[in-house]
């Protein structure tokens, strides 16, 4: 490997990482990184590209998640960048990292179980409680907080709860 591709390896790195630490602004726990939300970084000719996938189609964040990576990376003296949003293939809570996941738990929100981006159209989904722990739950609303959380209820502590829905 060049000199040139080993610098051009290491900027993309550290575009990665900064761009990567971007908070989901209605989910401040979640990193775009650990939300699988960045896709990819490319260095090309000195020109720096982040490419994002939002969680849906028409995700309102994801304007202010670009104008979040262009600032990080301005002032982490990387950049100026070129954001692009990338619809195909679809984002999938596959993408969520375990960390993510995790992190959603601790925040009270109930994580998509992995593997799961496919549900069967006629199975009952099973979600645990992020409070307490108890799978004797049921669905309120299909939507919370935002569109990509639905609304549940507890039955053993008889707490709500926002579940993200698995994509």
Do not use: Q
């Not at 301005?74 to 990338?86: C, D, R």
């Not at 601790?106 to 159209?121: F, V």
């Amino acid at each position: 490997m060049s000199d040139d591709a080993r610098l051009r390896e290491k900027l993309r790195e550290e575009v990665r990482r900064v761009a990567g630490a971007v908070v989901d602004p209605e989910i401040p726990v979640l990193s775009i990184a650990d939300l699988g939300v960045l896709r990819d970084v490319t260095v090309e000719d000195g020109c720096i590209e982040v490419a994002i996938t939002p969680t849906y189609s028409g995700c309102p964040a994801m304007n202010m998640i670009a104008v979040e990576i262009e600032a990080a990376l301005a002032n982490a003296g990387l950049g100026p960048a070129k954001v692009k949003t990338v619809l195909s293939p679809a984002w999938t809570t596959d993408w969520m990292t375990d960390d993510g996941r995790r992190k959603l738990k601790e925040y009270g929100i109930a994580p998509p179980p992995k593997g799961t981006h496919r549900r069967l159209p006629f199975g009952k989904e099973l979600v645990a409680c992020p409070r307490c722990g108890a799978t004797d739950t049921s669905p309120i609303a299909a939507f919370g907080s935002t569109s990509c959380k639905a609304l549940w209820r507890c039955s053993s502590c008889r707490e709500p709860f926002d579940h993200f829905k698995c994509h």
